[in-house]
């Protein structure tokens, strides 16, 4: 992007492919993160006097228009954290885009409706994803990319968008990439790696390559019950992915072999039901060993003598990695464990890095201060798949 404020932008019209796909609650944005992450960007072109078109996807609606997933509320947070007023346009590449793109000032700032009321944008058939790309194309004259936290994706708006016109990674991409560049390169160690959420599912890739490469990985969350269950562990009525038993099994057997430590929880904090995060009511927590929980009663977050043991891996550590919460930080009763980690990762020495959307928010929304780490990613998935070393179709797009 330096280059491009460089060679000037006034009067130019600029996509951006932003990351706005923040938590909402009805149309209350409950963390805005990841709109603040890209305000650098944002900024610089419209002080620039470029018309700055910003587009983005929000949630999963199903490639037709739905007003649960408008982004009228991200870009009303966009205008209130600018101090300017911000356009909207009610469709992505319809009229109203057209005419919003249009009617724009050097310096003056748009949000285009959620880029996947388009079915276009998520296809997987390239001439449907193309033809979309093609019309998107017709709003600007210049593309930067700076959604990072969609950068895995292969969509029109990310891939096949930024071939159609000149283009240039925001500074939020450039940030991040340099941070994760730092994981995987000449990495200070210890390393070490804590990993929750719900899905071991969604982790497995990521702990195949870090069974390579980390020293530590101190697994939590939903996920941290099939790992239990592989060990053999009573788990009681808590989530397992059954299928997964046999690779998970292998994972604990090949850091074995590797000399990586992987820790488990050794005892969680556990409940008959799941707790009620609308109203937040106090349910019945009991903490009980990880390796004996009773028949009728799910693990919903690590017990605090695993958030202690936790801490004390955490605390000679040279580089950290953390992504997924511990538990179901959601609800009081169970966020003992994801602030016991967070804590340890704010009193650490070490280089630390916060990745995936739910963590993030969770070190805000436990009332942590970011700049207490070394760098919160906004990005999940992508963190993810940047760390198991794939080809990021929305990284390769701006580099061609
Ligand atoms: C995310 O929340 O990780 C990104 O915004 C990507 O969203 P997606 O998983 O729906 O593609």
Excluded: C
Excluded at 140 to 163: C, E, I, N, T
């Amino acid at each position: 992007i330096d280059e491009l404020l460089a060679e000037g932008v006034a009067g130019k019209r600029v996509f951006v492919r932003a990351d706005l796909n923040v938590p909402l609650d009805g149309a209350t944005i409950t963390d805005d993160g990841r709109i603040r992450a890209v305000l650098p960007t944002v900024k610089a072109l419209a002080d620039a006097g470029a018309k700055v078109v910003v587009a983005s996807h929000l949630g999963r609606p199903k490639g037709e228009p739905d007003p649960a997933f408008s982004l009228a509320p991200a870009a009303d947070r966009l205008g209130e954290l600018l101090g300017s007023t911000v356009a909207f346009a009610t469709d992505t590449v319809g009229d109203s885009a057209r005419s919003t793109v249009a009617d724009l000032a050097d310096g003056q700032v748009a949000v285009i409706e959620n880029l996947r009321f388009n079915a276009g944008e998520t296809s997987k058939d390239d001439a449907e994803r193309g033809a979309f790309a093609d019309r998107l194309a017709e709003l600007a004259d210049l593309y930067v990319g700076d959604g990072f936290g969609a950068v895995h994706r292969k969509h029109a708006s990310v891939f096949d968008l930024p071939a159609r016109l000149p283009h240039a990674a925001g500074f939020l991409i450039a940030t991040e990439v340099g941070v994760l560049k730092q994981l995987t390169d000449d990495v200070k160690r210890p390393y070490v790696v804590a990993l929750g959420g719900s899905k071991v599912s969604d982790k497995l890739a990521v702990i195949d390559e870090l069974l390579g490469r980390a020293d530590r990985i101190l697994i939590g969350g939903g996920m941290a019950f099939t790992f239990l269950k592989a060990k053999g562990y009573e788990i009681g009525a808590s989530l397992v992915q059954d299928d997964q038993l046999p690779v998970v099994t292998e994972y604990v057997e090949r850091a074995e072999k590797n000399g990586v430590e992987l820790v488990v929880p050794v005892d969680v904090v556990a409940a008959a039901r799941f707790p009620d995060l609308k109203t937040k009511a106090p349910s019945d927590p009991v903490t009980v060993d990880a390796d004996a929980i009773p028949a009728d009663l799910m693990g919903l977050d690590i017990g605090p003598r695993t958030g202690a043991l936790y801490a004390s891996k955490l605390a000679d550590a040279g580089t950290v990695f953390w992504n997924g919460p511990m538990g179901v930080f959601e609800h009081p009763d169970y966020a003992e464990g994801t602030k016991a980690v967070a804590q340890a990762l704010v009193d650490s020495p070490a280089f630390t890095v916060v990745g995936g959307g739910d963590s993030a928010a969770a070190v805000r929304l436990l009332g942590f201060d970011e700049n207490a780490f070394g760098h919160i990613s906004t990005g999940g998935g992508a963190s993810l798949e940047y760390l198991e070393g794939k080809t990021l179709p929305g990284l390769a797009a701006l580099e061609g």
